[in-house]
Each structure stands twice: as structure tokens, then as C-alpha cells.
């Protein structure tokens, strides 16, 4: 191994960098200088902080183009792995303007430097073509994670969703590294590329197919696929609402980026085929199957809940398997650019519809102490600009046009018809999609129907929004509402991203 | 030159931009929206006249200098639609009067609508339509020309109906915009032809525009019905849209009804600019109208066309406006006159000579238009000229800008542009090789401009003031007020006054430019016309002296003098009485005057012939579409509402107690997900186990296979 030029590798991991030392600087001055202070300043000043971090890492990401791989793909910096921090923070960025209202916590230091920690990961994650380093910050994310589930720590369910989230997530994690240890193994390297060479032409031995099913379980689990999305639920209904909009937004969008990656590069070769009667084994069948079900199973669950957040986590695990489609899209070598690109667009509005949903939903439970479809009766009058945004931010979800959650989910299935263009194998995936988007239609105007329609009961007075919701709320309405009429504006750049990163 | 061109898009940006904020502006900001529409125009000034003076002493020899900036806008399977900005002496001439003079009328509007609940939305319009206009004049494509066009239509159309309130302003406003559109169509379809002859739009693009050598080439060798030439058609739908916009004989009616709209609207539309734009838009596509097989310049068939439009239209409009009585009625036909000169000009004389009257006549008829508005301001928002007279002593200022703007368009002789810019006209028509017609119809004109103006000017500023009659018509009743001879004396409140400075300021500013404008086209120093043909010009006495330059100017001071001492002589010497005296004119010969004053009963003929035949035909639609078409849906609709009762049928007995059940079902008791879904988290484990079971099981199968 060559030797390490310190100050080159500083500066290629300096996005990452600057979020680390806003999170030393956001934990030092709450807990030296703020100590004192009213919640309110507290918040607002660690939340400012945050903000600047991502803020600063995010201007170097745009001031600073560099393209380079250090210690064979331990850190690799390209435009699209920059784009894709990019997302990343914003969303972390999001994530910090809904935070600043806290109650569940006197531990703000504690809690930003969390949030900016798990952002770190996951843009080690994003960064990283190295088995080893995508482990370590996978780790690094989900540890993170685990706490901010648990942060409300006089709320029972925070506490047991922590725990749960907590040990689901280690055995998935040792399934990982189990899977990982054994590519290892069978390549005698932890790049991906060099794997995927070193087992070029063996095809899916019996033990590889293992090492495959370990991986996949392990992201799986991130991603929240069925069956592996048995914590989701209770996290996402546990979890403090901040945390819950990070995990079901740039949590997601880091690990199904990452594991494109493993599974375009780490496992090039024994893609197999999940074409309609044309079932031969490799990633593309298994991505299919848990797709259909995450389909299936997210969008029917979805339907039977009654609290907002409940539903919201079974829309994410519908989402995963529309994005487990996407996956699937990328095992063929043409049309790979296009294919990659719908999906980085996909998680890019995904995740800003998501953590908008999140926001209004904060709101309302700062408001009304809980998320039950009920509270939603009237919102269109006590707030009108909000119940806006709710529209737009659900409308996208389900994938009405001209919001951005259409065109990525018109991308996607694009890309995935034209993945298998001779025989159109996976278009009866595709056709089970639409179908099921038309189901999931039914539960998000659900809570439309009772924003708008459903009468409010007397007494129920306006709902005062502060000026950091507005922003952040509105903010991401505006953009879900620009993205999908102007797609291109994401597109085309990262069209050019992935040409120049080479996939 | 170059670096300005691509800062050209500023012009017509600033005020759009203003359009658009004002457009947003609450009711009450009145002082914000007047501030941002001046200022926003005061930019466009600023940077036409960095054009304008980046374009001088740029000329070469014999063609002007010319630059200009095309960008793709969409493309269109495998063609690419551009569009461009054009920098020439024209654009850059035109540029500067359109912003100067908007601006001006923007500053006086803010005095003249001062009173207005909307004024508002009045700047609002006026931003938008200065926006257009100047996009209109640097377009380097015809398309993008096209677009600004039907952008300063509808500008015009909304200020037009202003005051929408009054059926009249409503109505008018609709003329404006249908008989405008006949010629638009006319345009369009030359666009479309040209398009599919040349393959672009682009007017000049580096030896491919379509008004470059080699489209003009191809077209002029190819014929079409009754032996014309393409490009001579095409030339002449495009003037179809000139003929409309300007307001020439027969499209020229809705030119006097938009009137209704507010004075600064009628002088900044349909006096300076926006009619002006048919004259521009024949001299953007001059190469194009001058292309003829028999290749000798300046006599193709299109320009002769041109030319005769332009003479008829000028005596037509001149006669007319000899029996109005409504102020601004007579300046609107005297406008309708004055467009029929320049497209007199452009068609014997070329370019130079059509568009210097067009910037003299800007001048003067902005001033005219201000200084009637002024005098309807000061009297009270009366437009009779028989119910005023005498206004030269409380209005001494608008009277003395009003006599300048007067003289310019009469044609005195040396000190007003007019004669000038006409004499240039009459020079160019004499000198017409195809016949002398034109310029016999072309002094007469003249000479009943002079007279008109002079019988304006002695029916409002001189004789007793009539104001008070106003009761005796019964249009301001007011029972009590006394018969007035000298109304300061005796209308308490209602006697006419000067108009505040924010109003004067610009009348005095063009009365200065209606003089000046006139010395930089004089025969001794040609320089307006060299300029816009891109050479240098000399200063030369001599050439003033010249036998034909001399006859033509003496020929038409004659004229002008003619037509003044007429005037002075039927109406200055014996100023009618009283409001309900008839005419001078009407005494001598009624019938003819009736005729006359009835505009030649054009608009009585277009209603009992078009109008009437298309109500027909829309009758006839109306039938067609009830009983036939309307049959058919209604047939159509009983057989979607008998699929619509089975669809019901199957709907309520087959859906609903199947899918719908068991989408009850699920949704109340969760189903098997909520057995999933048990909060027990070693069931969750376990169910990773079974998964990971399963997914083996299914790659060894899927291997197998």
C-alpha cells in the first residue's frame, strides 16, 4: 500500500470533516456556554450551528470539485458521490429547522451532535467503494440512529422502539458482516471492484449465494424491506419526530445508494435475472421477491393504521420496494447511467417529500400531543398553509403529477421496463407498482380527506406556525413542487455527474 | 458594439420585470408602482442610449453596421427554433424614441391618472406594454417579433378597456383586438410561409437569416399564383400585419374607437409607438419587400403596394378628420393620416425616409396627444372641441407646446420637424418613378393636414369659451349654470385651469424634441438618413438649394401655408358662438360634410356586410351545432349513462361485496399483518431467520432451474 499524502486525504474527506467539528463545536457550546440558557435559545443556537455545518460542508461540496479514490476505494470522491452527500445534508439540514422545537429533550448538545454524527456516517457511506469503511460507517449511522430513537427518555415507546430498533439492527448487522467477512473470504479483498473481479467467471457458487443473501438482509434492514421492516413501525412511532424524518430520509437515501454500489459493483456478474418466467438466480430475483412483498405488504398494512406516523413508516416500506425496483433496473449494464440517475433522483424527492410530511406532522403533534388520523379534522382551517403543503407533500408520495414523487416514480419504472427491453420480463413488476400506487392513493387522502373535507368539531382554534416552520416547511413544498415540474434541474446534473464518475 | 448587444435584452427585461412586481402591488401603492414603472424605464432609456451612441460612427461603407445575438429557445424534433437580439442603427433609433417617449408619458400619467382607484393597474399595463414594445424592436427573429406583437396587442387591448365600465371603452377595446388580428393572420401566415421556404426565422443570421442574400435569392426566382413572386407574397401578408397594427385603409377603423382608453395611453399606443410598430415592422423586412426579380431597388411590386396603402390611407384619413368634433378623435385620424405617410415614405423612398417621419411624428403626436390630454384635464374631462374655446388664456402653457406640436404637423416650413420629415416624403414621391399620382394625393394630403390642425387649434384655444353651454346639450346638466362668455368669471369650481408641472414638464420636453428632431434630416445635413443606411453624412448648404430639393420644400410650404390661411380664414376669423352652431364647413356644403363627419360610413358598411354575414354564419353554427352535433352527444350521453347503469349494477353487487369486504376486513382488523406486526421482538428476529431460510431456498431453486 502506497503512503498517504495526510493533507490530500484532509482535503478530500473535508465535507466530512466540517460536519464532525460542527458536531465537537455544537456539543461545546451547549454544554459550556448555553448551559444556562432558556430550551428555547439552547435549541435555537444548536440548531443554528448545525445548520451552518451543513451549511459550510455543503458550499465545499460545491466550491471544491475533486475526483479521486484514495487507498483503493477506502474514500472515493466523485460528482456523484458528491451530489449525493449533498442530498444528504440538506436533508440533515431539514431534519435540524424541525428540530428547534423540541420538548423531547433538555439534551440538545447531545442530541445535534447525534444528528450530525449519523449524517457523518452516512456520508462515509456514500463515499466508500471498501467493504471495510462502508461496515464501519454503517455502524457509525445506525449507532446514532439507535440513540435518537431512544432520545425521548421519559416516553416508554421511545424507550422500547430504541431497544427494539437496537436489536433488530445488531443482528442485521452481524448477518453484514457475516456476508461481508465471507465476500472477503471468497475474493481475498475488501474493494468492490477487486472483488468482483477476483470472482468473475466462478458464477454463483453456493457459498457466494450466502455472502448475497447476508448482504442483502443487512441492507435489507437499513432500507426496510419486507420481512426485514419489523422495527420500522415502531421506530418511526416511537422515535422522536426529528429522528424518525432523518431515519426514514437521509438514513435511506446513504444506505440504498451504498447498496447499488455493493450490488452493481461488489456483485457484478451474478446479477441473475428476475424477468417474469426467466427467474435465474443472482441479485435480481431476490431484489424482485422483496420488492413484491414490500410492496405488497407496505401498501395493504398502510392501510389499516390510524396513526399518521404508523402509516407513514408502512409508506416507506412501500416506497422501499418501488426503490428495490429501481435496484433492479441497474443489473443490466445498458441504460445504467439513466437507471442510476432515476434512482438518485427517486431518493433525492423521496427524501424531501418524506422529512415535509414529517414537518407538518411535527406541527401538529406539538399542537395536539399526538399523531392520530383525527387531528388531522379542519386542518385546512386552523391552518391553511400548512394543510398546503400536506397536500402537496402526500399528493407526491402517491405520485400524482406534477409533484417530483411522479417523476421519480415515472423514471424508475421507466428505467426498469427498459432494463429488460427485448422481452419487457419486468414489466408485470411494473404493472404490480402501478397497481399498488393506485392503493396507497386510498390512505393519503385518507388524512387528506379529514385536512379538508371532514368537519371540524367547534372550539378547535388556528394553529400559530413559527417562522422556522414555515421556512423549512414551506421550503420543502416549494421544492417537491419545482423538482417535479422541473425535474431536469436534478436530472441533468446528475446525468452529468454519473457520466463523469464512469458507472 | 459587440459588448452591448448582449446586454440587450435589458431594455425590454426592466420593465417587464416592473410589469410583473406591480402586477403583485396591493391597490394602495400607488407611489411604489408609478416609481417602479419610471425607474424601471429609465434603466431601458439608459441602456438604449448606450446602444444607440455605441452604434455611432460605426458605419461602413454603403451597409450599416449590424450585430446581433441569436440563442436556441426549443427544438423541435430536429429542427432548433432561435431566437436573437438585433443591434442596427434602426433598432437603436427606434429603441431610444420608444423609450424616451414612454417615459415621458409615464411621468405625465402619473399627474393625469392621479385620480384614479386603479392607477395601479394602470402602470402595471403601461410597464408591460413598454416591455413588449422594446422587445418588439430589437427582435432579431421574426418569431420572437411575432410574439412581442401579440403581446403589445394585448397590452393595447387592456388599456384600451381600461375603464371597462364604459361600454364604449369595453367595445372598443374589443375592436382593437379583432380588427388587429385580421391583419395578424395575414402576418402569420407569411411567417409560416417564410419558415417553410427559408427554414428560419432569424432576420439576419451571419448569411443564413431570412432576410439575408442567399433566403432572398431562392425566394424572388420562385412564382406563385397570378405570376407574383414568392417572396413578393410573402412580403405582402407580412404587410397585412402592418396594415392592421397601423391602422391603414381598410383595417383602419378601431384606430379612432381606442380613443376610449385614457389620453396618456392613446398618446404612448396609438399616437408614438404601438402603431408606429407596422411602419417598423416593414422597415425590419425592408431587404425582403424590396426583393423582386427584376432586381432593381426600391421598385418591387410589395413596395408599390406599400406605397399606394399608404397615399390613400393618408388623404382617406385626412378628409375624415376635417368634420370630427371629439379632440382626440381628430389627432386619431390625423395619426391613421400621418402612418399612411410613412408607408408612403417607406414604399418610394425606403428606410430612411419612412422612419424619419416616424420619429418626428412620435414627437409632435405624443406632444399633441399630452396637450389634449391636458386641455381634457383642465376642462373637466370634456373632449368637445365645440364646447371649448378660448383655453389659450388659463392654459397658457399647453396652449404654446400645443401651437408647436401643431405647426410640426402642418408642415411649417424650417423650424418644425414635420416639414422636414414630410418634405423628405413628398421629395422621395416625386422623384417615384412609377407614377406622380402619389405625389399630387401625397400635397393634398398635406394640405388638408394644415387645415384640419388649424381649425383644431381655433376651435379649442380661440374664439369665446363654450364650456358653459355644456347644459344647453345636455351632457354635464347643471340647470343654474349662467351662459358664459368668459368662464373665469363666472364657473365657480368648474372653470378650465393649467395642468400641474408633473403634466407640463413632459409637454414642454417634446416640444423641444418636435423642433429639434427635425435638424438632423435636413437636405444640408442628411444625418438621420445616412445613419440608418450606415454611411457618414457631410453638412452642405448647397444641397438645400438644390433645384428639386428647393422646389419640393417650396412647393409644400405653399401647401402647408395654404391650408393654415384656409383654416384661419373659415374658423379663426368668425369663431362660432355657441356649442350647437353648425360647422363653417357644414354651412357650405351639409351633405359632404355629413359624409365626411359619418367617416365615409366605413364602419356602417363593415357591419351591414361582414359583421352581418358572420352573425349569419354563427347563426348557422349555433343551428348546426345544436341539432346535429349536439344530437349526436346527447345520443352518445344515453349511451354512457346505460353503461354507466350496468357499470353501477356490477359496481354495487360484484366490487363492493367482494373487494370492498375484504378491504373492510383488512382494514379493521389489520389481517396478518397485525399478526406480523406482534411488538414482540424476538418473533421479529425469528422472522429473520425464516427470511433468510426462504431467500436461500429460493436462489438454490431459481439456480436449479
Not at chain 1, 407496505?298 to 399518521?308: D, E, P, T
Not at chain 1, 409508506?315 to 433496473?329: F, V
Not at chain 2, 379632440?327 to 395619426?335: E, F, Q, V
Not at chain 2, 443606411?533 to 448647397?542: H, K, L, V
Request: one cysteine or more.
Amino acid at each position: 500500500m502506497s503512503t498517504v499524502d495526510y493533507l490530500e486525504l484532509l482535503k478530500l474527506a473535508a465535507p466530512e470533516t466540517i460536519v464532525v467539528a460542527a458536531a465537537v463545536a455544537v456539543l461545546f457550546v451547549d454544554l459550556v456556554i448555553m448551559r444556562d440558557e432558556p430550551m428555547r435559545h439552547r435549541l435555537l443556537i444548536g440548531g443554528a450551528v448545525t445548520g451552518l455545518g451543513c451549511l459550510v460542508a455543503l458550499l465545499w461540496l460545491a466550491k471544491v470539485p475533486v475526483h479521486a479514490a484514495v487507498l483503493g476505494g477506502v474514500l472515493v470522491v466523485d460528482p456523484l458521490t458528491q451530489w449525493v452527500k449533498g442530498i444528504v445534508l440538506v436533508l440533515t439540514l431539514c431534519t435540524a429547522a424541525l428540530s428547534l422545537h423540541a420538548k423531547f429533550t433538555e439534551h440538545v448538545g447531545e442530541y445535534f451532535t447525534l444528528v450530525l454524527l449519523a449524517t457523518c456516517g452516512m456520508m462515509f457511506l456514500v463515499s466508500s467503494d471498501d467493504l471495510l469503511t462502508i461496515f464501519v460507517s454503517l455502524e457509525l449511522t445506525s449507532l446514532c440512529l439507535y440513540i435518537l430513537t431512544a432520545f425521548s427518555k421519559r416516553d416508554r415507546s421511545s424507550a422500547e422502539a430504541g431497544l427494539k430498533y437496537f436489536l433488530f439492527g445488531g443482528m442485521a448487522a452481524a448477518f453484514t458482516l457475516y456476508g461481508l467477512s465471507l465476500v472477503y473470504g471468497l475474493a481475498g479483498t475488501t474493494n468492490l471492484r477487486a472483488a468482483a473481479a477476483a470472482l468473475a467467471g466462478q458464477g454463483l457458487t453456493p457459498l457466494l449465494a450466502v455472502a448475497l443473501i447476508m448482504v442483502v438482509i443487512g441492507f435489507g434492514f437499513k432500507v426496510a424491506a419486507v420481512p426485514f421492516h419489523l422495527w420500522a413501525p415502531d421506530a418511526y412511532q416511537g422515535a422522536p419526530t426529528p429522528a424518525a424524518a432523518l431515519i426514514a430520509s437521509g438514513s435511506k437515501v446513504a444506505s440504498f445508494f451504498v447498496l447499488a454500489k455493493v450490488l452493481m459493483l461488489g456483485f457484478a456478474g451474478v446479477e441473475g435475472s428476475g424477468a417474469w418466467r426467466q427467474f435465474s438466480a443472482g441479485w435480481a430475483p431476490l431484489l424482485a421477491t422483496l420488492a413484491v412483498v414490500s410492496m405488497l405488504l407496505g401498501n395493504l398494512a398502510a392501510l389499516a393504521q390510524r396513526r399518521v406516523k404508523r402509516l407513514l413508516a408502512y409508506s416507506a416500506i412501500a416506497h422501499a420496494g418501488y426503490l428495490l425496483l429501481g435496484l433492479l433496473a441497474l443489473a443490466n449494464s445498458d441504460g445504467r447511467p439513466e437507471a442510476l440517475a432515476a434512482l438518485v433522483y427517486y431518493l433525492a424527492t423521496y427524501g424531501l417529500t418524506t422529512v415535509g410530511a414529517f414537518g407538518v406532522l411535527g406541527v401538529l403533534e406539538r399542537v395536539n400531543g399526538s399523531d392520530r388520523l383525527e387531528d388531522f379534522i379542519g386542518l385546512s382551517r386552523r391552518a391553511p398553509g400548512l394543510a398546503l403543503c400536506l397536500v402537496v407533500f402526500l399528493l407526491s408520495l402517491a405520485g400524482i403529477p406534477p409533484l417530483a414523487g411522479f417523476f421519480g416514480k415515472f423514471y424508475v419504472f421507466t428505467a426498469v421496463v427498459g432494463a429488460e427491453p427485448a422481452r419487457l420480463g419486468l414489466l408485470w413488476l411494473v404493472a404490480l407498482a402501478i397497481a399498488l400506487s393506485a392503493v396507497s392513493l386510498y390512505y393519503y387522502l385518507q388524512v387528506l380527506k379529514r385536512a379538508y373535507v371532514v368537519a371540524p368539531v367547534a372550539g378547535a382554534d388556528r394553529i400559530v406556525l413559527t417562522w422556522e416552520d414555515r421556512l423549512a416547511v414551506g421550503g420543502l413544498a416549494l421544492a417537491v413542487v419545482l423538482l417535479g415540474v422541473f425535474p431536469s434541474l436534478l436530472l441533468s446534473p446528475l446525468g452529468a455527474a454519473i457520466q463523469v464518475a464512469g458507472y | 458594439m459587440r459588448g452591448v448587444v448582449a446586454y440587450l435584452w435589458l431594455i425590454p427585461l426592466l420593465p417587464l420585470l416592473a410589469a410583473g412586481a406591480i402586477a403583485v402591488l396591493r391597490q394602495p401603492q400607488r407611489a411604489l408602482a408609478a416609481r417602479l414603472a419610471i425607474g424601471s424605464l429609465g434603466g431601458s432609456l439608459g441602456v438604449s442610449l448606450i446602444a444607440f451612441f455605441s452604434t455611432l460612427g460605426a458605419a461602413g461603407p454603403g451597409e450599416a453596421e449590424r450585430v446581433y445575438l441569436n440563442f436556441p429557445w426549443f427544438e423541435l424534433g430536429g429542427a432548433t427554433v432561435r431566437l436573437g437580439w438585433v443591434l442596427d442603427p434602426l433598432a437603436a433609433a427606434m429603441a431610444v424614441m420608444v423609450s424616451l417617449v414612454s417615459l415621458l408619458i409615464f411621468i405625465y400619467s402619473v399627474g393625469y391618472m392621479a385620480h384614479d382607484e386603479n392607477f395601479t393597474r394602470f402602470f402595471g399595463f403601461l410597464a408591460l406594454f413598454a416591455a413588449a414594445m422594446l422587445g418588439l424592436v430589437i427582435a432579431n427573429s421574426l418569431l420572437l417579433l411575432f410574439i412581442c406583437w401579440e403581446l403589445v396587442g394585448l397590452a393595447s387591448y387592456l388599456l384600451i378597456g381600461f375603464w371597462y365600465h364604459k361600454p364604449s371603452a369595453a367595445a372598443a377595446a374589443k375592436k382593437a383586438f379583432i380588427t388587429t388580428r385580421v391583419g395578424d393572420l395575414g402576418f402569420l401566415l407569411g411567417l409560416v410561409w417564410l419558415y417553410a421556404e427559408t427554414g428560419t426565422l432569424l432576420c439576419y443570421d451571419g448569411g443564413n437569416g431570412c432576410l439575408e442574400q442567399s433566403a432572398l435569392a431562392g425566394l424572388v426566382t420562385q412564382t406563385t399564383v397570378a405570376g407574383l413572386g414568392v417572396s413578393t407574397a410573402i412580403g405582402l401578408l407580412i404587410f397585412c400585419g402592418a396594415v392592421g397594427k397601423s391602422g391603414q385603409v381598410p383595417l383602419h377603423v378601431w384606430l379612432p374607437d381606442a380613443m376610449e382608453g385614457p389620453t396618456p395611453v392613446s398618446a404612448l399606443i396609438h399616437a408614438a409607438t404601438m402603431v408606429a410598430a407596422g411602419v417598423f415592422l416593414v422597415a425590419r423586412v425592408y431587404p425582403l419587400m424590396d426583393a423582386d426579380a427584376a432586381n432593381l431597388p426600391g421598385l418591387s411590386t410589395a413596395l408599390a403596394v406599400v406605397a399606394w396603402v399608404g397615399v390613400v390611407t393618408a388623404v382617406f384619413a385626412a378628409c375624415i378628420a376635417v368634420a370630427q368634433t371629439d379632440i382626440k378623435r381628430i389627432l386619431a385620424y390625423s395619426t391613421v393620416s400621418q402612418l399612411g405617410f410613412m408607408m408612403l415614405g417607406l414604399g418610394v423612398g425606403g428606410v430612411a425616409v419612412g422612419m424619419f417621419h416616424l420619429l418626428t411624428h412620435a414627437c409632435f403626436k405624443a406632444l399633441l396627444f399630452l396637450g389634449a390630454g391636458s386641455v381634457i384635464h383642465g376642462v373637466h374631462d370634456e373632449q368637445d372641441i365645440r364646447r371649448m374655446g378660448g383655453l389659450r388664456r388659463p392654459m397658457p402653457i399647453t396652449f404654446a407646446t400645443y401651437a408647436v406640436g401643431m405647426m410640426a404637423l402642418a408642415g411649417v416650413p424650417v423650424f418644425f420637424s414635420g416639414f422636414w420629415s414630410k418634405d423628405e416624403i413628398l421629395h422621395a414621391a416625386h422623384g417615384w418613378t412609377v407614377s406622380q399620382a402619389p405625389f399630387y394625393l401625397g400635397l393634398l394630403g398635406a394640405l388638408l393636414t394644415a387645415f384640419y390642425m388649424t381649425r383644431q387649434v381655433c376651435y379649442v384655444f380661440f374664439g369665446p369659451n363654450r364650456g358653459g353651454q355644456a347644459a344647453a346639450t345636455g351632457v354635464h346638466a347643471a340647470a343654474d349654470a349662467p351662459r358664459a362668455t368668459d368662464s373665469t368669471a363666472t364657473n365657480h369650481g368648474r372653470s378650465p385651469h393649467e395642468s400641474p408641472p408633473v403634466m407640463t414638464w413632459p409637454l414642454l420636453v417634446l416640444a423641444g424634441l418636435a423642433v429639434a428632431v427635425g435638424f438632423v434630416g435636413t437636405p444640408a445635413w442628411p444625418w438621420l438618413p445616412a445613419y440608418l443606411e450606415g454611411q457618414g453624412a457631410t453638412f452642405a448648404w448647397g444641397k438645400l438649394f438644390a433645384w428639386g430639393t428647393l422646389g419640393t420644400m417650396l412647393l409644400s410650404t405653399v401647401v402647408a401655408g395654404v391650408g393654415i390661411g384656409v383654416g384661419w380664414w373659415l374658423y379663426g376669423r368668425r369663431p362660432i358662438e355657441r356649442a350647437a352652431d353648425p360647422d363653417a364647413l357644414e354651412r357650405w356644403r351639409p351633405e359632404v360634410f355629413g359624409l365626411l363627419r359619418a367617416k365615409f360610413h366605413v364602419d356602417e358598411f363593415y357591419e351591414a356586410t361582414f359583421i352581418r354575414w358572420h352573425g349569419r354564419w354563427a347563426a348557422g353554427c349555433a343551428w348546426v351545432d345544436r341539432w346535429v352535433w349536439g344530437g349526436m352527444v346527447l345520443g352518445v350521453g344515453l349511451v354512457a349513462q346505460g353503461l354507466a347503469w350496468l357499470s353501477r349494477w356490477f359496481d354495487e353487487y360484484v366490487v363492493n361485496l367482494g373487494f370492498d369486504a375484504a378491504c373492510e376486513r383488512l382494514t379493521q382488523g389489520g389481517g396478518w399483518t397485525a399478526r406480523l406486526q406482534d411488538g414482540q421482538t424476538q418473533n421479529y428476529l425469528k422472522v429473520l431467520g425464516v427470511a433468510l431460510a426462504v431467500l436461500l431456498l429460493l436462489l438454490t431453486w431459481g439456480g436449479s432451474s
